[in-house]
């Protein structure tokens, strides 16, 4: 096999990488061995439902042959580890079981609310053989990692002629977490964040709306999560906080996936108005559609006032890492100040 890493914001590029597709199944094995790791910890910490969710996308990786892929972003995940880097993923992968068990998503299932849309999208996407992965990566990695992968699968035969794409994107906030974690010998992954979630919504809310959110309690992080996607999304109105309590209930692509599921709509169609329905230029046609297939007249009018929005696991991923951050921010200010300001 051979690998070309682009250089971020290159002529080629946005940091991508290049591989050559294998043409045997030399990395069946290597597959199975990863897979073996994701089944004993799903097994320890994730419910049955999750379960099926991880065998579901296993069976859809095996009969697409996407395995390669697979073990690449395990090997570019464990390499950036190594150097005590954290990844995330950007992409609606960000939301599948075997994404967050091989450790390059940092988005965990119930985090989500166990919401299956991203695990179907991801799904639908490999059959039709449109999968594309969007790992974010510490600009330090990329220095060495073409030699890396190199080293690791070399050896293995493949096409000169079929080459995939892994978008490889540079990610600041990675190697800021690292900084701070080695300049105050704490690793906030293995912290609490009780105290954080509260001070990074209210960051936000004031940042987007100009003024404090009356909070009664402690803010869980999906509604923090809610949040940020009101923040990220664009829609027909001027953001405010009529609108974010009116729209509420449908601030994520999740949120469409279940109610047209829960219409007449079919699975398939469900996942591609959720995804790409919304932001369509004909989206006459599409509305038209929902209202042919007893979609809930709430759900329609959200649906017509935005032009675009992400999924739970998208937001969830980028949260996370601000979580990180807003966590040295709190507990070390000093240290936080000289790497991030």
């Known amino acids: 096999m051979r690998f070309v890493v682009a250089k971020p914001q290159s002529r080629m590029s946005f940091g ?15 597959f199975d061995r990863i897979i073996e790791g994701c089944n004993s910890k799903a097994n320890s910490e994730l419910n049955h439902q999750i379960r099926e969710r991880l065998k579901k996308e296993v069976e859809v990786i095996k009969e697409t042959d ?7 972003i395990k090997a570019i995940t464990d390499y950036s580890h190594e150097l005590g880097y954290p990844v995330t993923l950007f ?12 450790g390059a998503s940092n988005v965990h ?4 609310e166990y919401s299956d849309f991203s695990s179907e999208f991801f799904i639908s996407n490999l059959y039709k053989k449109e999968g594309f992965f969007t790992l974010a990566i510490a600009e330090p990695v990329r220095t060495k990692l073409q030699s ?8 293995i035969k493949s096409s000169n002629e079929i080459y995939k794409r892994i978008n490889l994107p540079n990610y600041d906030s990675l190697e800021q977490v690292k900084k701070l974690s080695d300049l105050t010998g704490v690793n906030c992954f293995e912290q ?7 001070s990074l919504y209210i960051d936000i809310y004031k940042d987007m709306f100009g003024e404090e ?6 803010v869980c992080v999906n509604e923090l999560n809610k949040l940020y996607a009101y923040n990220k999304c664009s829609h027909n109105h001027e953001k405010s906080i009529r609108y974010f309590n009116e729209l509420s209930s449908y601030l994520f692509r999740d949120d469409f996936y279940k109610a047209f599921m829960d219409s007449d709509i079919y699975s398939e169609n469900a996942i591609f108005l959720a995804y790409r329905g919304i932001w369509k230029s004909d989206k006459a046609g599409y509305i038209k559609c929902l209202e042919e297939n007893n979609v809930s007249p709430n759900c329609l009018s959200c649906f017509k006032e935005f032009t675009n929005i992400w999924s739970k696991a998208t937001c969830m991923s980028r949260i996370n890492v601000m979580l990180a951050l807003k966590w040295y921010e709190i507990h070390f200010p000093e240290e936080y100040e000289k790497i991030v300001k």
Do not use: R, W
Not at 16 to 30: G, I, K, R
């Open 16 to 30: 991508d990488l290049f591989y050559s597709f294998p043409d045997d199944l030399a990395m069946n094995n290597e």
């Open 91 to 102: 992409g609606e992968e960000a939301g599948t079981v075997i994404m967050y068990l091989i």
């Open 109 to 112: 299932p119930n985090q989500i």
């Open 192 to 198: 609490q964040y009780f105290d954080v979630i509260n």
């Open 148 to 155: 890396i992968l190199n080293d690791k699968f070399a050896h």
């Open 213 to 218: 959110p009356n909070l009664e309690g402690a």
């Open 66 to 72: 996407n395995q390669i892929t697979i073990c690449i």
